[in-house]
C-alpha cells in the first residue's frame, strides 16, 4: 500500500556526509515504523535503523551506532537517514520500508516490494 522512493545518494568521501530521503505515497504512512536497509553486492538486505510511527524511539545497528541518525517527518510522509563520518564500508544500496511487529530482521528477509534504492558510495 505504501509507495516509497528513496533518494540522496551519490559519491563522497570517506569521512564525509550524505542525507537520504525516503518519499512515501499512502495516507497511512505515518501509522508505520519506518526503517532503513542496506544490500550489500552478493548479500542479503541488512537492517541500519529504524524508527517508530511517531519518532519517539530509534533502533541502529551497532555498526552505524553514532555515525547515522534517523528522523521522520510525518507531515511530508518522508523518512530520512542522515549518514555522518561514513567509511568504505558504508558503500552498498540502501532501502526503506515499513516495520512489521515481526521485527527488523523479518523485514530484511520477507519484504518483497524492495524499490529501486539509492546508492552510496564511498572513496578513500
Known amino acids: 500500500q505504501l509507495q516509497l522512493v528513496e533518494s540522496g545518494g551519490g559519491l563522497v568521501q570517506a569521512g564525509g556526509s550524505l542525507r537520504l530521503s525516503c518519499a512515501a505515497s499512502?495516507?497511512?504512512?505515518?501509522?508505520?515504523?519506518m526503517g532503513w536497509f542496506r544490500q550489500a553486492p552478493g548479500k542479503e538486505h541488512e537492517f541500519v535503523a529504524g524508527?517508530?510511527?511517531?519518532?519517539?524511539?530509534?533502533y541502529y545497528t551497532d555498526s552505524v551506532k553514532g555515525r547515522f541518525t534517523i528522523s521522520r517527518d510525518n507531515a511530508k510522509n518522508t523518512v530520512y537517514l542522515q549518514m555522518n563520518n561514513l567509511k568504505l564500508e558504508d558503500t552498498v544500496v540502501y532501502y526503506c520500508?515499513?516495520?512489521?511487529?515481526?521485527?527488523?530482521?523479518?523485514?530484511?528477509?520477507?519484504?518483497?516490494?524492495w524499490g529501486q534504492g539509492t546508492e552510496v558510495t564511498v572513496s578513500s
Open positions: 524508527i517508530s510511527w511517531n519518532g519517539g524511539s530509534t
Open positions: 520500508a515499513p516495520g512489521t511487529p515481526r521485527g527488523w530482521a523479518a523485514v530484511a528477509s520477507d519484504y518483497k516490494d
Open positions: 499512502g495516507r497511512t504512512f505515518g501509522t508505520y515504523a
